[in-house]
């Protein structure tokens, strides 16, 4: 079992910076590849990022590319998701979630281990 806990999450201006973070138990969370999802109020959980169990490769949906950066520290049991440039349509609850089941990272039904969110609100 992995439980991942969330943080980092908060008020920040467009164009501000936020680094959230995914810190996790277990021992296999080392062997785990990550994925960041977000959800706005009254939309659709959607795709963020993800990156490899050994953080080689690295994938972003269109809106975010060139601003966030995910990265991860198996000796913290930690993945990160650095949030630059902010933009008001970036606000949401950013969710962490691992070991995906198949090969569609992108899609939140893949994944066995979630957690329970932090807030990102960025102000115009």
């Known amino acids: 079992q992995v439980q991942l806990v969330e943080s980092g999450g908060g008020l920040v201006q467009a164009g501000g910076s936020l680094r959230v973070s995914c810190a996790a138990s277990g021992r296999t969370f080392s062997s785990y590849a990550v994925g960041w999802f977000r959800q706005a109020p009254g939309k659709e959980r959607e795709f963020v990022a993800f990156i490899t169990w050994n953080g080689g490769n690295a994938y972003y949906t269109d809106s975010v590319k060139g601003r966030f950066t995910i990265s991860r520290d198996n000796a913290k049991n930690t993945v990160y998701l650095q949030m630059n440039s902010l933009k008001p349509e970036d606000t949401a609850v950013y969710y962490c979630?691992?070991?995906?089941?198949?090969?569609?990272?992108?899609?939140?039904?893949?994944?066995?281990?979630w957690g329970q969110g932090t807030q990102v609100t960025v102000s115009s």
């Open positions: 979630a691992a070991d995906p089941r198949g090969n569609s990272y992108y899609s939140s039904p893949e994944y066995n281990y």
